[in-house]
């Protein structure tokens, strides 16, 4: 099982990114992708999720309108979209996959059953 991230970077508060999620080794419409992020000293927090089945997704308060999760299943990929960036949006970045459709929905880690590496997004003033 590989979740590989990808896609961070530094950028200009107000830039743009997108993040890559390329996930093998199990059955993609089985699974939630979601994206998680910890900055230093701060605990790991839900950003985005989405349902690679019915393509619902959820998002954390503060990303609500400047992010926007999508899927793209036939390479078996999530994107991040991430726009008018902040630097308190500076962290690392993972994604995520879980069975549990309650785990997506809350954005909450507990029920992730695989975890992905990081890339770090750092967003300068």
């Known amino acids: 099982v590989q979740l590989q991230a990808s896609g961070g970077g530094l950028v200009q508060a107000g830039g743009s990114l997108r993040l890559s999620c390329a996930v093998s080794?199990?059955?993609?419409?089985?699974?939630?992708i979601g994206w998680f992020r910890q900055a230093p000293g701060k605990e790991r927090e839900g950003v985005s999720c989405i349902s690679t089945s019915t393509g619902i997704a959820y998002y954390a308060d503060s990303m609500k309108g400047r992010f926007t999760i999508s899927t793209y299943n036939v390479k078996n990929t999530v994107y991040l979209r991430m726009n008018s960036l902040k630097p308190e949006d500076t962290a690392t970045y993972y994604c995520?996959?879980?069975?549990?459709?309650?785990?997506?929905?809350?954005?909450?880690?507990?029920?992730?059953?695989?975890w992905g590496k990081g890339t770090q997004v750092t967003v300068s003033s």
């Open positions: 995520a996959a879980t069975r549990f459709s309650n785990s997506c929905a809350s954005l909450h880690y507990y029920g992730i059953d695989y």
């Open positions: 080794g199990f059955t993609f419409d089985d699974y939630n």
